[in-house]
């Protein structure tokens, strides 16, 4: 058995790792999820908000991140727009300004009928120029979006009137995949504002670098698809669809937590097997070696 | 496992998946768009009633179907052509059925071109997983596009987003009006200060010519420079002074009513000693032994768990996406789940007869 191990080829714990993640898909299998304080401080970040309140959304990320983060961004788009408040959507990367337009036309708009593009929401697109988009912002929105996604000029946007820099927004949500995202936004327009409030969903990957941020330069924070699976329990506790249950797409955070699960346990197995398989071989070789 | 051995277990299974797909009554991987005509026209919006006198109108682009057109409010601009295209919106196939099974002539149907897209992204998608098997030439091919369009998608979103906003657009307003931002106001004035940038640019180019490559090492120093001086102001705020002022909390945390928080002053403590024994680890000014040795080694404790835990995070995010890519096969492709209702067969039965008859099958 341990001569087997030892030279188990790793296309088997590919094969594995292939079928613990498949399988869960294939039965749709999820499971019950704890909530956790940084999820609550998210939840609770929206949430105070008066309604009416003005909310900045930033998708700061691209579909190879799409994965861990649309859930999230998911998530907070319907439940900004069920508190009523009012949506400006923006991106740090090309390809956020394109994901901005998926979550409008797969949340906005047949969940939230009532909101009107210029009124409710705005879609400012992706503006080239990183952390400097925002530096601009900082001070001058305007100037950082003299025309808006669609080709309309900031003035002429109603929901865009008087305001003249990112203060004015009562809540940013960076929703990140690396740079420029979450840490840009702390650098940047927490620095510049510190009595504004951020709130952070982001991968895995970078999640341990925003930890220190937490809870003084960002409020709320998500991390990895974890953190969106425990966000999307209390939006939908509070915020179910038009039926009285939940939204599909609010429900792919926690679909993906069952891979997780597998996957996880089979890591642990692996990881317990070589473990004793080393030091099984070790004792053998060392005993061979005093032989 | 050999090569070949794994090559013919992971095409079977693909093969038993696929055939169970496609002997499902609704099928697999079609892809359904929704046309729809855009088209706008330049016009003049009349000041709102009671506004100054010297108040002039507005240009904008306005949908052609703008109710202001109609009554009065706007007038389209004399000379200025409609500018107009067409869209094919995605929509799920229980959304295209529905419709169809609604009003047969509804401008919705099978796409030939995203359902090629939907296939080619699913051959893609298996042919990166297959370097899982060994470098293989279907691998490269992927790998080569991949590459290919990147660049090619970068290329083009510089000239887009960068040259012709921030440079072509100020130093010509007019003629980028013209030519491809007709949102530009027909008043804008030429902006000189844009020829900085562009002197700066050729500078920076400079470096391809054959001689006086050094030319280049001035914008370089620009943007190093610049680079510099916002990174400095920016991580001493939020990534010094911000993390000393959070570092200093209260060791030992009471309610408003003096009740004392066990748990949140356990969790301080921890902050503060992990903290201080991290730091202590960096300190190599003074040699590692004694109490300042013991304290490292605890700082190297600290750390350990620190990598841990974002190793526990990276493979936590690897495996969402390999979830992810999943669902792409098993629900948008192979409509083998359907968590979404977007290939719901009881609407595909409501329409039958639709859309057999408008996709050929």
Known sequence: ?291 | MRPRTSLVVMLAGLAGLLLVAWMRPHGMGKAYVRTVEKSFVEAEIAPPIGADADETPTIAWLAADDPRLADGEAKAVAGRAPVGWTEHEPVTATEAWETLAKDPTAPVALSGRDTIGLWFAAFLTLAILSFLLGDNPIYKVAESILIGVSAAYWMTLGFWSTIVPNLLKPLAPGAVREWALPSIPADATTEWTALIPLVLGVMLLWRLAPRGGWIATWPIAFIVGTTAGLKLISFTQADLLAQLSASVVPLWVTAADGTPRIGESIGNLVLVVSLISVLVYFLFSVEHRGIVGGVSRFGVWVLMITFGSAFGFTVMGRITLLAERFGFLFDDWLWLVDPNGNHDPAALANAAAVVSALSGA
Do not use: C
């Open chain 1, 1 to 291: 058995m341990i001569r087997f191990l030892q030279n188990l080829d790793r296309r088997w714990i590919f094969l594995a790792m292939g079928l613990a993640v498949a399988v869960p898909i294939l039965l749709q299998l999820r499971f019950p999820e704890s909530v956790g304080s940084k999820a609550r401080d998210t939840f609770a970040a929206i949430e105070s908000l008066p309604e009416g309140s003005k909310v900045l959304l930033s998708f700061d990320y691209d579909p190879a991140s799409e994965g861990e983060l649309q859930p999230m961004a998911n998530a907070f788009v319907h439940h900004a727009a069920s508190r009523g408040h009012k949506l400006y959507f923006m991106a740090l990367w090309p390809l956020g300004s394109q994901k901005v337009k998926e979550t409008v036309d797969a949340i906005l708009k047949p969940h939230h009928p009532s909101y009107v593009e210029g009124r409710d929401y705005v879609l400012l697109g992706f503006k080239a120029g990183n952390e400097g988009v925002i530096k601009v912002a900082t001070t001058s929105l305007p100037q950082a979006y003299p025309t808006v996604d669609g080709g309309s000029q900031f003035g002429e946007v109603p929901m865009l009137a008087g305001i003249s820099n990112l203060s004015a927004m009562d809540l940013v949500v960076s929703v990140s995949a690396g740079y420029p995202g979450t840490k840009e936004w702390v650098q940047y327009f927490v620095s510049a504002f510190p009595g504004e409030r951020l709130v952070s969903g982001t991968t895995g990957v970078q999640a341990v670098n925003f930890y220190p941020y937490y809870p003084k330069q960002i409020v709320g924070m998500l991390s990895a698809i974890k953190g969106a699976a425990e966000y999307e329990v209390l939006v939908n506790e509070k915020y179910p669809g038009g039926d009285g249950k939940p939204i599909p797409l609010l429900l792919e955070g926690q679909r993906r937590m069952g891979p997780q699960l597998t996957a996880h346990l089979l890591m642990i197995v692996l990881i317990l097997l070589g473990n004793l398989v080393y030091f099984v071989t070790r004792g053998s070789d060392a005993r061979g070696g005093r032989r």
